[in-house]
Structure formats: structure tokens, C-alpha cells
């Protein structure tokens, strides 16, 4: 089974700053990750996939980069309404999420 | 639009049954792989089981391997999930979920609890 460890587990920053969560699978998962949004009473939302891809109308705002084992999600120009749990997933063999990243306005 | 919508949840014993449905709407579900992912309430993400477009193939993870089933019936655009032998760690919001470039939507979910 591939682990997906995600870091860090919170995190706070400034309106209009920028954030980086990293994910670090356990084997090479050939780009197959995805990322989530998820706030409360929601399901969670799909913002990017395949590493990078955004869906759309997701805001440029949010990114992803990564290959092999290594792959980071960054959100940039903060905005109140990125409160939120953001999860990874990887999709190359079944399925694993990332223990997840809540993220605080300071 | 896409919409999923659980439902089925509720409070069951240990070693207890119930069955989940979803019900799919704006899209068309025979053309999709579907699954369960499920919210503890440690806030973990799991897969718990998915269900190939026709029906034919079914995954699952070790935790819930002889315990649960998914199944679809394509004529009523509905999934399913049935859980027997329920633990106290199988408690949780269980999430019905379209299968495309990982999971690309997702219902509101609906809530388990095992408890005596």
C-alpha cells in the first residue's frame, strides 16, 4: 500500500500571503495526486489533479507541482474564504489521502 | 450539475448492518466508476470501497475487505454500500464520490456511528 505523508499538519498565515503544503508519497506515484479542499458540512472539493491540473474555475491562485515521491500544493494572495482542510490523494494505485493540512487567517 | 446525495446513515451496534445508497443526478452514472470514502472523526480521509461503470469490479481496502459491499443499480442512477460486522472504527461521515482523475465530486455525506 502506498502512504502518503503530509506536512505540516497546521498552519496559520496573513491575508494576502502564501502558503505551501508538501506531500510525500512512499513510492513513486507517477504525478497521479490530486488535491482538496474541505470545510465544514461540505464534501470535500477537488482543486487540482495530476499534480497540477486545475479544475475549473478554480482561481489561479492555487497550484501544484511535484513528480516521483515528492509534490507540493501552494495557495498564494490569501483570501478569507481559503479557511479550510486541504487534502492530497494519490490515484496511481487505488487510492491513499494525506492526513490533511488546516489552515488559520492569522 | 453533478449532484450526489447520501443517504442511510445512522446509529448501529457492534457487529451490526446497514446499507448506504447515494442518489446521482446531472450526469450519466452508467459511464462512471463510482466509490465510498469515508471522514473519521479524527478527520482522516479513507477509500472504502469503489465500483467499476458496469458493475463487474469491485475494489476495497483490507479494513473493510469481507465486511462491506458496493453495488449499483445503473437503471436508477443509485450506489450502494452494504457494511455488516460494524467495529467502532468504521464511525464516520461516509461520502459517495464520482471517479475521475481521483474523486471529482462528492456528496454531502452521511453519518455512521457504532456505538452500544
Known amino acids: 500500500d502506498i502512504q502518503m505523508t503530509q506536512s505540516p499538519s497546521s498552519l496559520s498565515a496573513s491575508l494576502g500571503g502564501k502558503v505551501t503544503i508538501t506531500c510525500k508519497a512512499s513510492q513513486d506515484i507517477n504525478k497521479y495526486i490530486a488535491w482538496y479542499q474541505h470545510k465544514p458540512g461540505k464534501g470535500p472539493r477537488l482543486l487540482i489533479h495530476y499534480t497540477s491540473t486545475l479544475q475549473p474555475g478554480i482561481p489561479s491562485r492555487f497550484s501544484g507541482s511535484g513528480s516521483g515521491r515528492d509534490y507540493s500544493f501552494s495557495i498564494s494572495n490569501l483570501e478569507p474564504e481559503d479557511i479550510a482542510t486541504y487534502y492530497c490523494?494519490?490515484?496511481?494505485?487505488?487510492?491513499?489521502f494525506g492526513g490533511g493540512t488546516k489552515l488559520e487567517i492569522k | 450539475d453533478v449532484k450526489l446525495v447520501e443517504s442511510g446513515g445512522g446509529l448501529v451496534k457492534p457487529g451490526g448492518s446497514l446499507k448506504l445508497s447515494c442518489a446521482a443526478s446531472?450526469?450519466?452514472?452508467?459511464?462512471?466508476?463510482m466509490s465510498w470514502v469515508r471522514q473519521t472523526p479524527e478527520k482522516r480521509l479513507e477509500w472504502v470501497a469503489t465500483i467499476s461503470s458496469g458493475g463487474s469490479y469491485t475494489y476495497y481496502p483490507d479494513s473493510v475487505k469481507g465486511r462491506f459491499t458496493i453495488s449499483r443499480d445503473n437503471a436508477k442512477n443509485t450506489l450502494y454500500l452494504q457494511m455488516s460486522s460494524l467495529k467502532s472504527e468504521d464511525t464516520a461521515m461516509y461520502y459517495c464520490?464520482?471517479?475521475?482523475?481521483?474523486?471529482?465530486?462528492w456528496g454531502q455525506g452521511t453519518t455512521l456511528t457504532v456505538s452500544s
Open positions: 464520490t464520482r471517479d475521475r482523475e481521483g474523486f471529482d465530486y
Open positions: 446531472g450526469f450519466t452514472f452508467s459511464s462512471y466508476t
Open positions: 490523494l494519490q490515484y496511481d494505485n487505488l487510492y491513499t
